[in-house]
């Protein structure tokens, strides 16, 4: 059985960083291409970046980039996407998918930006 579960989300204030996690049980974690989505509040679901087999190559939409940066650790089948200089427009639960259209998704993890 396939699952997907996404941690590390909080209260940040604005210009703070956040560490998300995205562990993957049944895939074949190293073979696939891995996403990251969020889902802001009232919004639909938006791609937010990508990250190659190997990590050979990264993908940003361009409201993130320059300040978050996705990575993926095969040996331990986890997605993660460290996000920093957080602004009250990143607020949104965040989910990860081994596909760009945002199919099969965790829970997700929720990530608030207030002061």
């Known amino acids: 059985e396939v699952q997907l579960v996404e941690s590390g989300g909080g209260l940040v204030q604005p210009g703070g960083s956040l560490r998300l996690s995205c562990a993957a049980y049944?895939?074949?974690?190293?073979?696939?291409?891995w996403n990251w989505f969020r889902q802001p509040p009232g919004k639909e679901l938006e791609w937010v970046s990508e990250i190659s087999r190997r990590g050979l190559e990264t993908y940003y939409v361009d409201s993130v980039k320059g300040r978050f940066s996705i990575s993926r650790d095969d040996a331990k089948n986890t997605l993660y996407l460290q996000m920093n200089s957080l602004k009250t427009e990143d607020t949104a639960v965040y989910y990860c998918s081994p596909y760009r259209t945002g199919e099969m998704r965790g829970q997700g993890t929720q990530v608030i930006v207030s002061s």
């Open positions: 049944g895939f074949p974690f190293s073979m696939i291409t």
